[in-house]
């Protein structure tokens, strides 16, 4: 299917819809590329909420006990342990370049994480609320989710200067289901700009296959299985710019990517994935819960 020539230049953005009711205009756009922005979707109030609290648990967090460097191009950080370990807790993720020479944090503490996750919005009482807000609930029965449950929270820093670049990936190479059903929700807490290196979609390419799939092999350890090697068309991607307040959501095989964030301003972002529990999910996906926090949806009071 073509790419009508509307989103050619342009990713589809609209103001959010009241209660997450998705117009079917909205709909149309979302299959068509694998990506809508939603304009306030949230309240610059539950941003700034929501950023408070990720820094209390940031000055909770003694990064000298975990030098776990995540560096999302070498991926390092899925041969290792603390990582694989975090699905159903909360961790933290240093960025690359968080320390200097002689092993100190070249910058303020938040100023040096790329991530914290993967379970805030379970184990955390202010991300549960923002969580499972029931707009997303709402967006998910529209979208056909027919038993829609958060597998996976994510709050990402892209700090001044150190923010590393995430390479253009689908969420459903690590979020695998058969079907595939992968969701994310993602929210700009701060505004995100081609300076401080917001999040970038190649519009209709969803529509191809999964290129890769990732696979735990072992106890501690993964593995990408190349399943289409065909280079994406990055010179056909557009910027998801995005104020604070904003989500943009995307399919799972939707390509997206950030770079190297070279700017004086942080761009913090939370990421919700959703999955259909009816869907089958792999035991060798490396994404795993533990049975005392089993996968929940959305209330159903809307
Ligand atoms: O915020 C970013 O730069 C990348 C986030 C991402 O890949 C995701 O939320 O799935
Ligand atoms: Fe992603």
């Known amino acids: 299917m073509e790419l009508s020539t509307k989103y050619r230049d342009v990713l589809p953005s609209f103001s959010a819809p009241a209660g997450g009711e998705l ?30 609290r990720a820094l209390q648990l940031v000055e909770e967090f003694d990064p000298n006990e975990v030098r776990s460097i995540f560096s999302a191009i070498e991926q390092t950080q899925l041969n290792d342990r603390y990582f694989y370990e975090s699905g159903d807790k909360i961790r933290f993720f240093l960025e690359y370049d968080a320390f200097d020479d002689a092993g100190k944090l070249i910058q303020a503490k938040e100023d040096c994480l ?12 202010v991300f549960e609320k923002f969580s499972y807000m029931p707009e997303l609930g709402e967006i998910t029965r529209r979208i056909g989710i027919a038993d829609p ?4 929270s994510m709050y990402i820093f892209k700090p001044p200067r150190i923010g590393g670049e995430v390479h253009f990936h689908q969420d459903s190479t690590f979020i695998y289901t058969e079907p595939e059903s992968c969701v994310g929700f993602w929210f700009a807490l701060e505004d995100a700009t081609v300076d401080n290196s917001c999040m970038h979609f190649i519009p209709g390419q969803h529509r191809g296959p999964l290129k890769q799939r990732n696979y735990r092999v072992s106890e501690d350890g993964f593995t990408i299985e190349v399943l ?5 068309p990055e010179h056909l991607k557009l910027p998801a710019e995005a104020t604070a307040g904003t989500m943009v959501m995307f399919d799972g095989r939707a390509p997206h990517m950030s770079s190297h964030n070279t700017s004086d301003e942080s761009r913090h972002a939370y990421t919700l994935h ?29």
Not at 279 to 301: K, M
């Open 23 to 52: 117009t079917p205009e909205m709909l149309d756009a979302y299959k068509e590329t694998g990506v809508i922005i939603l304009e306030d979707f949230v309240s610059t109030e539950a941003c700034a909420i929501l950023r408070e």
């Open 274 to 302: 959703v999955i259909d529990k009816e869907c089958h999910y792999p035991a060798d996906n490396w994404l795993q819960r533990g049975p005392e926090l089993p996968l929940r949806g959305f209330p159903q009071d809307l």
């Open 228 to 232: 289409d090697d065909t280079p994406w």
């Open 149 to 152: 449950g958060l597998i996976q």
């Open 114 to 125: 790329n991530k914290m996750g993967h379970a805030m919005h379970d184990l955390d009482p």
